[in-house]
């Protein structure tokens, strides 16, 4: 499991990724569960299969698009999965989630209307 950066302002995504390769028959994933700081706001799933020198390689990908929505110290995962009865676990991924440094900029409207 791996994610595109781990220290974020309140508000910008975090994508995270958590790739298994190998033989991937029989393969179930836990449900991902996040802690409540964080919204999924997208999930996506990719397959890869190549074959190179007569190897045959397999990965399979699950992306998740996060937004913090609370300032702190969260950890995401471990996250798991199983095949056949084994049972594998990431490590788990600490993100610092921060306050803007700055406030939004207050926009005037661009028309004024009076009575």
Do not use: W
Not at 9 to 33: K, M, S, Y
Not at 67 to 87: D, N, W
């Amino acid at each position: 499991a791996k994610v595109d950066k781990t220290t974020v302002e309140l508000g910008n995504p975090v994508q995270l990724t958590i790739t298994v390769n190998g033989d991937l028959g029989g393969l179930r994933f836990e449900p991902a569960e996040f802690p409540g700081g964080f919204v999924v706001a997208s999930r996506s799933q990719a397959t890869n299969f190549s074959i190179q020198g007569g190897v045959q390689e397999r990965s399979m990908s699950l992306v998740y698009l996060l937004i913090p929505h609370e300032a702190g110290t969260f950890q995401l995962g471990p996250f798991s999965f199983t095949k056949g009865k084994q049972k594998f676990e990431t490590a788990p991924i600490e993100i610092t989630v921060t306050k803007p440094a700055l406030p939004p900029k207050f926009r005037a409207p661009a028309e004024r209307f009076t009575l």
